[in-house]
């Protein structure tokens, strides 16, 4: 749900008398900064979004036996790492008698490079026409001076607001084989699986107005933290119905005690859970403390929801608990249409085409891709044992390799290929 002005009649007479308006706000200098530069206070009302459909979006399409899939190699050392993920793909496919159908698509720098734009729209034509997008990642320094709008980052923002990629999960679990690759002690982190929900498509992220403009001769950067209650509402039922199917505990994160957006996030979220969700374990913890108990204490952590902006930071910090970004995993999903599946590292472009990428957290995410857009969750837990296997058989990307742990040093290459001859021969109760 995209942000609107509301336009009514009573707004349209106040901008005839904005310095009186202004005045019996009682807004802050810098908010009257910015109504005097816009010349109106609409800028602050937000459209209502009609109201929420009540069931969550987690369904994925009908099983079946062939499926369209758009591969967003991306920047740095996203092609490396989506050619690794393309080979155990297959040899999941070969085993399990199906087809994924997949075509490339541009995005971030190597859109800009090609195409001027960094989510041109034949890249998003072919996403909405495909049952799910595989994403590596993007961005690099060649760009990082290029204008806003001409940034890789602004690609995926348009790409989740495009596509109404609304709910982030992000899980961190913490592998028996990699607890050592943690800076965490032992005892903290041993037994630790979160999963972050996280807003996507709101929050000061993409709240209007904003800019950096003069007053008084000086510049004024502002940006807008807003929610409507109908995004809350179904980013609560995605928690809610998360949750439920973990281990039955929701913690909520917001910055209530100073935020008005925080204070609404925590009303609507406590309305939906508690009727909706009833056998769901509802708490509530300020975002600067929830930072400090996730190194603290993250055991007592299972699901948690929060917005966009501290679920950008909390699920990061989250992901350090496992000792590597390039283990984690994570999905983008809508109302409907496909969802986005991609690892939660970055481009890491000082080391791109050098064969020491981790391919793990991509093939992780596509079997993220399998269980929630596919339909497969058999062939989703095919894949994630895979990944198992390959550690307990002793194989390292650098990343993940520890001075002195017996482990064998391994390229992208050679990991993808270790993951793709486990999935052809692993065995199974069932043949999937």
Same mark, same amino acid.
């Given at each position: 749900i995209s942000w609107g002005l509301r336009r009514t009649t009573e707004t349209q007479e106040q901008e005839t008398t904005t310095n009186k308006t202004i005045s019996t706000m009682k807004l802050p200098f810098a908010t009257v900064a910015v109504l005097a530069l816009t010349g109106s206070s609409a800028g602050f009302?937000?459209?209502? &979004?009609?109201?929420? =459909?009540?069931? /969550?979006? !987690?369904?994925?399409?009908? @099983?079946?036996?062939?499926?369209?899939?758009? %591969?967003?190699?991306?920047?740095?050392?996203?092609?490396?790492?989506?050619?690794?993920?393309?080979?155990?793909?297959?040899?999941?496919?070969?085993?399990?008698?199906?087809?994924?159908?997949?075509?490339?698509?541009?995005?971030?720098?190597?859109?800009?490079?090609e195409k001027g734009d960094p989510f041109p729209d034949e890249s998003l034509e072919q996403?909405?026409?495909?049952?799910?997008?595989?994403?590596?990642?993007?961005?690099?320094?060649?760009?990082?001076?290029? &204008?806003?709008?001409? =940034?890789?980052? /602004?690609? !995926?923002?348009?790409?989740? @607001?495009?596509?109404?990629?609304?709910?982030? %999960?992000?899980?961190?679990?913490?592998?028996?084989?990699?607890?050592?690759?943690?800076?965490?002690?032992?005892?903290?982190?041993?037994?630790?699986?979160?999963?972050?929900?996280?807003?996507?498509?709101?929050?000061?992220?993409?709240?209007?107005?904003?800019?950096?403009?003069?007053?008084?001769?000086?510049?004024?950067?502002?940006?807008?933290?807003?929610?409507?209650?109908?995004e809350i509402e179904r980013i609560a039922r995605v928690a809610g119905d998360v949750a439920s199917k973990r281990g039955g505990k929701l913690c909520s994160v917001d910055k209530a005690n100073v935020l008005d957006v925080s204070q609404l996030w925590r009303d609507v979220v406590t309305d939906i859970i508690t009727k909706e969700f009833p056998d769901v374990d509802l708490s509530h913890m300020y975002v600067d403390n929830a930072a400090m108990q996730l190194?603290?204490?993250?055991?007592?952590?299972?699901?948690?929801?929060?917005?966009?902006?501290?679920?950008?930071?909390?699920?990061?910090?989250?992901?350090?608990?496992?000792?590597?970004?390039?283990?984690?995993?994570?999905?983008?999903?809508?109302e409907s249409g496909p969802g986005v599946f991609e690892p939660c590292h970055g481009s890491a472009p000082d080391i791109a085409g050098q064969d020491k990428a981790n391919p793990l957290a991509l093939i992780l995410s596509a079997a993220m891709m399998l269980k929630y857009d596919l339909d497969r969750p058999e062939e989703a837990d095919l894949l994630e044992r895979a990944v198992e296997s390959v550690l307990d058989e002793g194989l390292r990307t650098a990343d993940i390799k520890q001075e002195g742990d017996g482990c064998k040093l391994v390229g992208c290459i050679e990991m993808g290929k270790a993951v793709a001859d486990i999935v052809s021969t692993i065995d199974v109760a069932v043949e999937v």
């Open positions: 009302a937000p459209f209502a &979004p009609s109201s929420p =459909r009540a069931p /969550t979006p !987690l369904k994925a399409v009908s @099983k079946k036996g062939s499926y369209q899939i758009t %591969l967003l190699p991306g920047d740095g050392i996203g092609p490396e790492i989506m050619t690794a993920c393309k080979e155990v793909l297959g040899a999941l496919t070969k085993r399990c008698g199906f087809e994924l159908q997949m075509t490339d698509a541009l995005i971030g720098g190597a859109a800009i490079d996403c909405m026409k495909s049952d799910s997008v595989l994403l590596s990642c993007i961005g690099g320094y060649k760009w990082d001076s290029n &204008p806003r709008e001409l =940034r890789p980052e /602004t690609g !995926l923002l348009k790409m989740r @607001k495009s596509m109404g990629l609304f709910a982030n %999960l992000r899980p961190a679990k913490v592998l028996p084989q990699l607890i050592d690759a943690s800076t965490l002690k032992r005892e903290v982190v041993e037994g630790v699986d979160v999963m972050v929900v996280r807003e996507l498509t709101g929050d000061v992220y993409f709240g209007t107005p904003k800019g950096i403009d003069i007053v008084d001769g000086k510049r004024v950067g502002y940006n807008n933290m807003i929610y409507s209650e109908g190194i603290r204490w993250p055991k007592q952590f299972d699901t948690i929801v929060t917005g966009n902006i501290f679920g950008d930071i909390l699920s990061d910090e989250a992901s350090m608990l496992v000792g590597s970004l390039g283990m984690l995993p994570s999905a983008s999903i809508g």
